[in-house]
């Protein structure tokens, strides 16, 4: 039985807590689960991956533990999968419309174009919704208006001025995810500035400019190893990927505020590319077992570098009115892969 | 343990506030199907909620997460225990007013005692009756047999079923497809490719030597094309265009290289290897993107299978062609 240090300590207003996220998954217990899921999906040809889907989502937030509570995850399956019929059936309409009358097809994707804010503020209402902590909902609500720009707008300004507002595009991104989103009744606060986004841009951007001088010095003092260029090629792409996903993690977490609570996470290159690269040799030679462990693996890194750090008492959050959102919204989010 | 006093300890939160307080359920009457959640509050006196059996929900087990049993509060629940305007963290209660509001809110208990769950499932359902999921997840015979399965499925999908449907469909869907890849050398033309720099007798000459074969292969369309703009190369798109650039035509030795390499593109074209190679494609995706879920962690991950795949298949078609 756990103990309950969360009590005692809540009583102490002026104290300041850190507390670690946990997460208590076993990569054999979840490739159970997993194989399974995946039978199942192909046995009943896909109409079980919502359960599929909702058992594994359970899986990850009920053993991701704050404070000696766990995370809930609350979507039932029958919504999920009416949601997803209807966005495979939506899909298939498109495609037949689309080859059948290419115009009827343009004007089907313009309107898309223009429904997907839509759709993207649908889908992260409904997941936000569906996830709670000690039994108080999460929220999420934006307008169409700040979604069009957060996922249009801003990126096209991005590329339009050659990068330099590509650091503002994700900020805005990220101030919109975070900004909207609310525990219970209390909304989340994004701090990060714009420079903090520039600054991981520019050490980006040198890296990759350091490796091409590196390649190009290479092949022209020694043309005969010019095949080996592509090494490099590697370093840049995997070096990039480790460092932006760090940089950006960590950055993120530590400009995430609710009330007068931080957050905090540590994030390093070293361990990161550690687990990312030993993950990836184990899906490999595995063909493929190895992913659901290799999940539970990233997971529980990750998790292991994020604080809380709790000024005052967890216990004063309380739950905001009840609303009904569709699966809808996320669901068109997986088929049309919004992906965000 | 009898089952009449079964005790199970856990936590206990009103979905009104965020705070956790300790409770126990217990079996009241195994026949009457009811319950007891007694809840303690160090602050106050603790509440009590008769409870029935039915009108619980309880999660199904899933490993060893923590078991959540939810329910509502309505009109005929009894809530005993003294003291209802009990002072909890700065939100004050009154009497009635407490009772109204958590009617529509959920409840819920937590408790680590999965176990004790399932037998108390057990003893009022009857057993038997709870985790068919959870049974299939833990038995380790099962789960080698459905890892076997999923593989030898999967295999047979990736080897049989997706390059037999990309044959099928390729197949029926040849007038149509014609029309729509016949554009792309008109866009290999605008991007790519120049006008042939070869000398007139020289294209003659190849021309003389093609196209009597050619028109044996009437249904396919073939059309011989010269282009300059790439090194030597050789090939055919689905449309019927075949492509031979200038420095292929210079480097045949004779023409027998030429003919051979020119019949080897007819063979793509008569297999409909593009069009069975892009629909292969689009199938592996779906497959990946299938079994895998909707996880879409590491995208470098599911292209490669999708890679692999697509390059095993092309030599594949490469020996088909040489038929």
Redo the contacts between chains.
């Keep these: ?2 103990g ?1 240090s ?2 005692e300590a ?1 009583e102490g207003s002026s104290s300041s807590r850190e507390l670690s996220f946990d997460f ?3 990569g054999l ?5 997993w ?5 199942l ?2 046995l009943t040809l ?1 109409i079980y ?1 919502a359960w ?2 909702v ?2 989502h ?2 990850f937030y ?2 991701l533990y704050l404070d ?3 995370f ?1 995850y609350l979507a039932e399956p029958l919504t999920i999968l009416k949601g997803r019929i209807i966005a495979v059936a939506a899909l298939i309409a498109y495609s037949v419309i689309s080859s059948a009358s290419p115009t009827a097809g343009v004007v089907l994707a313009v309107i898309l174009v223009l429904a997907i804010p839509y759709f993207v503020n649908q889908a992260l209402a409904f997941n936000h919704r569906m996830s709670a ?4 909902q999460f929220r999420f609500k934006s307008s169409y208006g700040e979604a069009f720009m957060v996922l249009y707008i801003w990126p096209l300004l991005g590329v339009l001025t050659l990068g330099i507002l590509y650091p503002m595009a994700i900020l805005k991104l990220s101030q919109y995810t975070v900004r909207n989103s609310a ?2 009744t209390t909304n989340f606060d994004f701090k990060a500035t714009y420079r903090d986004y520039g600054i991981i841009f520019l050490i980006c951007l040198a890296w990759i400019l350091g490796l091409v001088v590196i390649a190009g010095i290479i092949s022209f003092l020694a043309p005969q190893l010019e095949s080996f260029v592509v090494i490099p090629g590697m370093l840049i792409y995997f070096g990039l990927f480790i460092y932006f996903t760090v940089a950006s993690v960590n950055l993120f977490y530590r400009s995430t505020v609710l009330d007068t609570h931080e957050f905090k996470a540590d994030l390093t290159l070293g361990a990161y590319a550690r687990v ?1 690269l030993t993950n ?1 040799f184990l ?2 030679i595995t ?3 190895y ?1 659901p462990a290799a ?1 539970v693996r ?1 997971t529980n890194y990750i998790a292991s570098c994020v604080t809380m750090r709790a000024k005052g ?7 905001a009115e ?1 609303e009904n959102i569709s699966a809808l919204g996320e669901e068109f989010g ?1 088929v049309f892969d919004f ?1 965000i | 343990m009898e089952i009449g006093f079964m005790e199970i300890d856990g936590h206990y939160l009103d979905g009104e506030t965020s705070k956790r307080v300790p409770a126990r359920l217990t079996i009241t009457s195994v026949d009457e199907r009811s319950l007891t959640l007694n809840v303690k509050s160090p602050d106050a006196a603790a509440q009590v909620f008769n409870l029935d059996y039915d009108q619980l929900t309880i999660q199904s087990r899933l490993g060893n997460t923590p078991r959540e049993i939810t329910f509502y509060l309505d009109a005929g629940t009894d809530v005993g225990g003294k003291n209802f305007g009990a002072k909890h963290s700065g939100i004050e209660a009154e009497a009635g007013a407490a009772l109204r509001k958590n009617i529509t809110t959920r409840q819920l208990f937590v408790t680590d005692n999965n176990d004790a769950i399932d037998e108390l499932i057990g003893a009022i359902d009857g057993p038997g009756s709870s985790g068919l999921l959870h049974k299939l997840e833990s038995h380790l015979g099962l789960i080698v047999f459905a890892t076997l399965a999923t593989i030898a499925i999967i295999w047979g999908t990736i080897v049989y079923g997706i390059p037999t449907a990309a044959k099928i469909i390729a197949y029926q869907m040849a007038g149509f497809v014609t029309e729509q890849f016949g554009g792309s050398l008109d866009l290999l033309d605008k991007t790519l490719f120049e006008p042939s720099n070869l000398q007139e007798d020289q294209l003659a000459h190849v021309r003389e030597l093609v196209e009597p074969y050619l028109r044996s292969h009437e249904d396919l369309h073939p059309k011989l094309n010269f282009r300059a703009g790439m090194e030597a190369n050789a090939f055919a798109l689905p449309g019927g265009d075949i492509v031979l650039t200038d420095e292929f035509v210079k480097l045949a030795e004779n023409d027998e290289e030429l003919l051979a390499v020119v019949f080897h593109e007819l063979g793509h074209l008569k297999y409909r290897h593009i069009t069975r190679r892009a629909l292969q494609g689009s199938m592996i995706t779906l497959l990946v993107v299938f079994v895998t879920g909707d996880v879409s962690s590491v995208d470098l991950l599911t292209a490669l299978p999708t890679l692999i795949l697509d390059l095993s298949y092309s030599r594949e078609f490469e020996s088909e062609a040489d038929l």
């Design positions: 039985m756990e309950n969360s009590f809540g208590k998954g076993v217990e979840y490739f159970k689960i194989i399974v899921n995946v039978l999906t192909i896909g991956s599929a889907k058992r594994s359970r899986y009920s053993n000696g509570s766990n809930r902590y000690k039994n108080i525990y219970g990312l990836m899906i490999i063909l493929g077992l992913f999940k990233m008492s967890l216990d004063n959050f309380a739950a009840k997986q992906g």
